[in-house]
């Protein structure tokens, strides 16, 4: 099981974000680069320990600042959708900005909120 900071890592190194960001569509990129003894690294080899990642060989180090540079295994990709389609718990202010959003009226979220507030 994906701990919350390794599914972090997963998100960032796709570019879909934070957990506790509601991101819709594909990710940008595939990389995540760590420097040797960082947090970040150990999160990363416990990744590739667990097939949801790869440490890329022979890369240069120009190109990485001397940190090792991870990909997402398909695995890893897979548990990132699994991720997605339970959607993170969202704040009280997310979910009424949702609110706002799904009535699709004419009013600003400013206008929205003095109503929403009113009643």
């Known amino acids: ?3 919350r900071e390794q599914l972090d890592i997963l998100r960032h190194a796709l570019g879909v974000g ?39 060989n022979n890369v240069n180090p120009a ?26 718990k969202l704040k009280r202010s997310q979910a009424r900005y949702r609110r706002w959003l799904d009535e699709d009226g004419s009013m600003s979220f400013r206008e929205w909120l003095r109503t929403e507030r009113a009643r």
Do not use: Q
Not at 66 to 87: H, K, N, S, W, Y
């Open 1 to 3: 099981m994906t701990t």
């Open 18 to 56: 934070p957990t506790d960001v509601v991101t819709d569509g594909p990710g940008s990129r595939n990389h995540f680069v760590a420097g040797e003894g960082s947090r970040d690294h150990a999160l990363c080899t416990a990744l590739v320990n667990a097939g949801m990642m790869a440490k890329v």
């Open 63 to 88: 190109l990485t600042g001397g940190g090792d540079l991870f990909r997402v295994t398909g695995r890893g990709m897979l548990e990132v959708a699994c991720a997605r389609e339970t959607p993170a």
